[in-house]
């Protein structure tokens, strides 16, 4: 996997505004399981968790930035994995706390339109047929930061399961 540079951890500002949303579990479940950050994790933090998370001590968490987390601890993180590309160009990803992981978005505007249709990082990486639950403040916020077109949010979790087939697979090779 490919990083950034190390100093390349500016809070991007739609990820700030996120941060001061308050997310909707709901009563039966459906809502959304996002607890947003107001600033990435350090590199000393990502690198402990991931090689907690892998079991692997020579690892290095340089290519992720944990923004963010579910209620029982898996974590969403921009995976710098475009080289040369700014973070706002990375994929979203979701690795779970016990072990499940995937692609939420191919980049951050694209998440941003996934966040607008009801969906968090867990619900975009993970579950499979839910419906839309469009939120009128994630669009809001969307419609003000978004560089990409708004799609919806099955199509946008789609193309970025199809750009990045590999990626549980690509993570599971860390693992000791």
């Known amino acids: 996997m490919t990083g950034t540079p190390e100093d390349d951890r500016r809070f991007p500002p739609a990820l700030a505004e996120v941060a001061l949303v308050e997310f909707d579990y709901g009563d039966e479940g459906g809502g959304v399981d996002f607890e947003p ?3 990435f994790d350090t590199a000393a933090d990502t690198t402990d968790w991931l090689r907690s998370w892998t079991g692997n001590r ?6 992720y930035r944990i923004f963010g987390q579910d209620g029982t601890g898996g974590l969403a993180a921009l995976w710098c994995v475009r080289p040369g590309r700014p973070l706002a160009e990375q994929p979203v990803v979701f690795v779970g ?3 499940e992981s995937g692609v939420a978005a191919g ?11 009801g969906f968090g990082p867990l619900e975009a990486a993970l ?12 669009t809001a916020i969307a419609e003000r930061h978004a560089t990409t077109p708004r799609r919806a949010a099955g199509l946008i979790i789609a193309e970025a399961r199809a750009e990045f087939p590999t990626f549980t697979e690509d993570l599971r090779q860390l693992c000791r």
């Not at 020579?58 to 290519?63: N, P, Q, R």
């Not at 980049?107 to 249709?117: C, H, I, K, Q, Y």
């Not at 579950?127 to 994630?138: I, K």
Request: glycine share 12%.
């Open 37 to 39: 950050y107001d600033a």
């Open 58 to 63: 020579e690892v290095d968490g340089g290519a």
């Open 97 to 99: 706390s016990e072990g």
């Open 107 to 117: 980049s951050l505007s694209d998440f941003l339109w996934v966040l607008a249709d």
């Open 127 to 138: 579950e499979e047929g839910r419906e839309p639950r469009p939120d009128a403040v994630l």
